[in-house]
Structure formats: C-alpha cells, structure tokens
C-alpha cells in the first residue's frame, strides 16, 4: 500500500518548523529590556534603615524650660507693609503656641521702607524683640548680569500662560532671594539657625520644647511640616540643571535624592529620548516634583552659607530660571537637600500644628500627656481637640474635620530614607488619596 502524502500539510509543518526555529534563535525583545530595565530601577529603589531615623523630638506636652540657654536663632518673616494685619495673625498665633515661653526674636524683612503703624503694632506684640529690615536693591531685583528687558519679557509670557504667579515681578524676585541671597544677610549674620514664618499663617499645638536647642542636640540641618508635588509649569528645567550640576560636582546620589527621582521604565537607548521632555535629567529619568514646602522651615543658616550650596545657588541664578521659568524656592532648597545631605539630617516636625492656605498639618492630641496641671502652660483653651490613640500633639486646637497633610505621597515618599519599615499596601494605596 503506498502512502500519499498531503503537500499542504507538508508546507504548514515546514512553516510551523521554521517559526519554532527562529523563535528559538532570535528571543523576544523584552528578554533583552527587561533585566536592564529592573537594575535600573532597582538603582533608584529607597533603602529602608535598620530603625527609624527621625522621630518627633517629644510626644505630648513639657514643661518649657523657660531657663535653659537658647541656640542663636531668630523667628524671620518677609512681609510688606499692607500686610501688617496679617502678619499680626502670624506672630500672634506664634505667640500664643510657643515664643511666650522662649522670647525669641522675630526679624521682619521689607524691600521697601517700614512704615511707623507696622512697626508699633509688632513691638507691642513680639515678647523677644521685633527687628526691622530693609532688604537693598541689590538684594532684591534683577541680578546685574540679566538682561531685564528679557526677563520681564519671560514673565509677561508666563502671565499670559498662566503659570502660577508667573507673571508677578515681584515673585521671581522673592523666590530669587529665598533662594540664595537671604542666608547672606547682614541681618542675619549673627544667628546660626532661622524659622520662617509669613502673614497670614496659623499654628494650632502648643510647642512647649525649643525646636532650635532639638535641632542641634539631634544634628539635623533642615525641618519642615508640609510636602507636596510642584506645579510643573514652573520650573520645567530646573531638575535638569541641578542634575547636570550634581554629576559635574560628582556629588554620590543620596537615598534623598532616590526619593526624589521617578526612573524611567523604558529599555536603554529609548530611555535617553525621555530627556528631551520636562523635569528629567540627561539620562531620560524623572524628577517626581515632590519637595518642602518652604513658607515652614526651622533650618540651619551654616548649611545655606557653605560653599556647597551658595555655589549651587550662583550656578542657578546665571543660567536665568528664576526670571526665564518661574523657579522657587522650595524646589531649590529641596532638590539641594537631596544632592548634599543624608536623609537623617532632615526632620520632619510632625507635632506642629500648621496652615498656610488650605494645606494643613494638625496632629492628634497626645492620651494623657496634656499637663492639664501645669502652671507655665496655664489652663487649656476650650478649643483643645480631645485625645486619641497614638496622638503626639501638645493641646492642638484642630477637630480633624479638615483634610491633612498626613498620608500623602509626597510625604510618604520624602519621608521613606528615614523610615525603618515599608509601607503596607493599605497604608501605601491610601497614600495617594490624602
């Protein structure tokens, strides 16, 4: 019997044969863009430490130890003259929530002359001593080496984008001068550490320890209460130019500057086109625009002096972007933490009570740990939240009915380098619901 083969089926199986060849002798793209791709992001994954590296400096309410030395410090607060009451919220809300008890002075900062109502009325409530400065031209305005014409030419066109404040002169030269030359004043010369304070904002919890004295006894340089994402259209080069910076200085990445950065998830050569866009380096990776929120900083002067940073700062200011974009302030202090310090040297102040705007951080009050006897502190005022369980606050004057700052992903994700344990995928889904 002779056996008829079928010439299709012939054809299909030569066919099918060829394709399992090939695909044995040529594997697939992404075997090859896979194991790159992980490394690399694994390179930007946050190491957690062995245990927590910042802590609240206390848990409920001290004794203030009105006796104790201070550090040389100063309250500073930029205002203008038609702000006064404001700015009378401001310092009386300080007051009442801390420098009652340790007469610190506050530095009034101005670039324009003070008026005489503004200045009695912050002598009769400032318990440490009110100063008043003038902040010079030079100081403040357009550096001599900007061609002003052009910039105010980028800041009516940012105006007319709407670039958040972009188009307000007077902004570009604030966030010019937060940024660089106010840790330069003669003002402030003396002092070796500063808390920022501006019109307008509320403290709610008692602060009944010194804040400056923790600071130092803890070796850290910079404290804040708020982090939140940057509006993008402000500062679309900035990242890249302090990224460029850090690789010529060979500065090592930090595990802050880790949190700061979003890899990319594309396989090399692709990822390098990813630098063509905003807010990513020349290597194609990303700056996730989380940063402090600068309006709140108790931060060491010596840090912002050093070479270090007033370099970096110099680099910044010639290149234009504080005239050109909108750059800030915050950002720059920010990604300028991440490239200098060990996360450690960063404390979150997560005890204090603060609104600026509509952003909010109010802890709960701490269970059985409000000195309700003491005589420093005096009786506690009727609008004293009621305690709760793992509430670290000293008398805060918040019913958590407002949203808070707690549990957002820039917090969460400023705040990883120091934490000792990861996140639960509860905690880190609420993260991005705040």
């Not at 609104?355 to 269970?367: E, F, I, L, T």
């Amino acid at each position: 019997m002779v056996t008829r083969l079928n010439p299709t089926r012939t054809v299909f199986s030569t066919n099918n044969q060829r394709l399992e060849n090939r695909h044995c002798s040529n594997p697939p793209f992404w075997q090859f863009a896979l194991p790159p791709i992980y490394f690399h992001n694994s390179y930007f994954s946050v190491h957690h430490p062995a245990r927590d590296l910042d802590v609240p400096f206390h848990t409920s309410c001290q004794e203030p130890d009105i006796t104790a030395p201070r550090e040389s410090a100063a309250i500073v607060m930029l205002a203008r003259n038609h702000e006064v009451e404001k700015a009378l919220r401001t310092v009386i809300s300080i007051e009442k929530h801390f420098n009652r008890w340790f007469h610190y002075p506050i530095v009034f900062l101005n670039d324009e002359e003070w008026d005489p109502e503004f200045i009695s009325t912050m002598n009769e409530t400032v318990s440490g001593g009110a100063k008043f400065e003038v902040v010079s031209p030079e100081e403040w305005g357009f550096p001599s080496y900007i061609n002003e014409d052009r910039a105010r030419q980028a800041i009516n066109r940012q105006g007319q984008q709407g670039v958040l404040y972009g188009g307000l002169e007077s902004y570009h030269h604030m966030c010019r001068f937060y940024s660089g030359k106010f840790y330069t004043l003669k003002a402030l010369k003396e002092y070796k550490w500063y808390w920022r304070i501006e019109p307008d904002v509320e403290f709610y919890c008692a602060l009944t320890y010194d804040p400056f004295v923790e600071m130092a006894k803890h070796e850290k340089v910079y404290g804040f209460t708020v982090a939140l994402p940057k509006e993008p259209a402000t500062c679309p080069s900035l990242f890249r130019t302090v990224a460029d910076w850090k690789e010529q200085q060979d500065y090592p990445t930090t595990e802050l500057w880790k949190a700061m950065v979003s890899p990319s998830w594309l396989p090399w050569p692709f990822r390098k086109m990813m630098s063509w866009f905003s807010h990513r380096d020349r290597h194609g990776d990303g700056w996730n625009l989380c940063h402090y929120w600068s309006n709140f900083e108790i931060a060491s002067l010596d840090f912002f002096r050093s070479n270090a940073y007033q370099y970096l700062f110099e680099h910044l200011d010639r290149t234009g972007g504080f005239y050109s974009e909108r750059w800030g302030d915050a950002p720059v202090h920010s990604l300028a933490l991440g490239m200098l310090l060990d996360s450690h040297k960063v404390h979150h102040f997560e005890d204090i009570g603060y609104r600026h705007d509509w952003y909010y951080q109010c802890p709960a009050n701490a269970p059985g740990g409000q000195l309700l006897q003491s005589e420093v502190l005096g009786e506690p005022a009727f609008t004293v939240a009621e305690e709760m369980k793992d509430g670290i606050g000293c008398r805060c004057e918040c019913d958590g009915s407002r949203t808070r700052n707690h549990a957002s992903y820039c917090l969460n994700r400023l705040t990883q380098p120091n934490k000792g344990r990861r996140l639960g995928v509860y905690a880190w889904a609420r993260s991005w619901w705040p």
